[in-house]
């Protein structure tokens, strides 16, 4: 047994023997961000107290100033455009929370993200792969807005995984290869305690999300049986997750069960947890990353008041890079970044201390330490398993 670190592994590799996946929380571009961007849609919403979305625009203009809407594609990226033209990764993951849709067939359920189809270009300037889709948001328009979600992903081929027209296309994993490195699966399931609704499960003949009843051992047979099912020798596999609520650094341990069974019995290399509005505990289970919760990486919460302790303005951008040939984590490096004015922004030096110092303690127990690296980075190390 070894301390491992960034510069145990990734660093005495060329980069054609690194695989390198970018990973992040929630990216809701729905509400507000929505009416800042080009071709914003109908401001409309249902919720309790807010019947316009350009009322949250509003809010982040009296927080931080105003923001010179309409913005250009690349606005809300910020800083994060930078980190991925210096990093290069081999493949861009996100959760998306946001249906992408002209549809008013809401769904009553308080909070409503919805996207214009207009604003596509926001998803393509990033360059994302692929769109994690089983979440506690995707069906908030309904049935109809789901469907347009996935078409018009289709038409500019970002891939989509964790929702589908049927069972069998929720429930598939979006396959990317990887030149020189093979192939990753990224699998998505939903769960209740995300918020995401048991009737919005897909069945055979009716769209929905791939909802997991439960995190019991006859729950991880069923996973594992899909995925050997498809996955080939040497294939990189994650599992990303919707699960847990939306505040507070708790890990229930049917959670960490779950993860480390997926681990020993799936071959699981990465396992992607999210729902969080922040950053949660990191662990390394037999050299597999596990990320219980990611936080939000973009939001329209600006000037809302009420979670402030938990500082969910926070980003991270998650930077993986493992061993194509074992899935085997080689090393974690983090980049935070702070919303502002719907915009990714540098981190000041005193916010990145603060949450080096949450992430460090929250991990601590789960056998990971968070330190600082060069270049404003966050770095994991860890126990590492010969």
């Known amino acids: 047994m070894s301390v491992h670190s960034v510069s145990d592994?990734?660093?005495?590799?060329?980069?054609?023997?690194?695989?390198?996946?970018?990973?992040?929380?929630?990216?809701?571009?729905?509400?507000?961000?929505?009416?800042?961007?080009?071709?914003?849609?109908?401001?409309?919403?249902h919720e309790p107290i807010v019947d316009s979305a350009l009322a949250y625009v509003r809010l982040a203009d009296k927080a931080n100033g105003p923001i010179p809407s309409p913005v250009d594609f690349a606005y809300v990226w910020g800083a994060a455009l930078d980190e991925w033209h210096r990093i290069r990764p081999d493949?861009?993951?996100?959760?998306?929370?946001?249906?992408?849709?002209?549809?008013?067939?809401?769904?009553?359920?308080?909070?409503?993200?919805?996207m214009s189809p207009g604003n596509i270009g926001c998803l393509l300037t990033a360059k994302v792969d692929c769109c994690v889709l089983g979440n506690n948001h995707i069906l908030d328009w309904g049935e109809a807005g789901l469907i347009e979600t996935l078409e018009t992903l289709e038409r500019h081929r970002v891939s989509t995984v964790g929702a589908g027209?049927?069972?069998?296309?929720?429930?598939?994993?979006?396959?990317?290869q990887i030149v020189g490195k093979g192939r990753v699966l990224v699998f998505s399931f939903a769960l209740e305690t995300s918020g995401t609704p048991l009737n919005w499960a897909a069945t055979p003949d009716r769209p929905g999300v791939n909802h997991l009843a439960d995190l019991s051992l006859a729950t991880v047979d069923q996973v594992t049986r899909h995925i050997q099912a498809i996955k080939q020798p040497g294939d990189v596999v994650i599992a990303s997750i919707h699960w847990g609520p939306n505040w507070g650094y708790a890990v229930p341990d049917e959670q960490r069960r779950f993860a480390h069974m997926l681990v020993d019995q799936a071959d699981m290399s990465i396992i992607h947890g999210h729902s969080s509005h922040h950053p949660k505990a990191i662990e390394v289970y037999r050299n597999r990353l596990i990320l219980y919760g990611c936080g939000d990486f973009l939001n329209d919460y600006e000037g809302i008041a009420g979670y402030e302790a938990f500082r969910d303005d926070l980003a991270l951008m998650y930077f993986v890079h493992l061993d194509p040939m074992s899935g085997d984590l080689l090393a974690l490096d983090m980049v935070p970044l702070q919303i502002r004015c719907f915009r990714l922004n540098r981190a000041t030096p005193e916010d990145r201390e603060w949450l080096r110092h949450t992430l460090d303690r929250e991990s601590r127990p789960f056998g990971a330490q968070v330190d600082h690296e060069p270049g404003d980075r966050l770095t994991l190390c860890w126990t590492h398993e010969a």
């Open 9 to 45: 592994g990734a660093e005495s590799r060329t980069p054609a023997s690194i695989l390198t996946l970018f990973l992040c929380g929630d990216v809701m571009l729905g509400r507000g961000i929505d009416q800042v961007l080009p071709h914003p849609g109908d401001p409309c919403l």
């Open 91 to 114: 493949l861009r993951i996100i959760n998306l929370e946001t249906s992408i849709t002209r549809s008013d067939a809401y769904i009553p359920k308080g909070i409503n993200y919805r």
């Open 165 to 176: 027209r049927n069972l069998a296309e929720a429930s598939a994993p979006s396959v990317h």
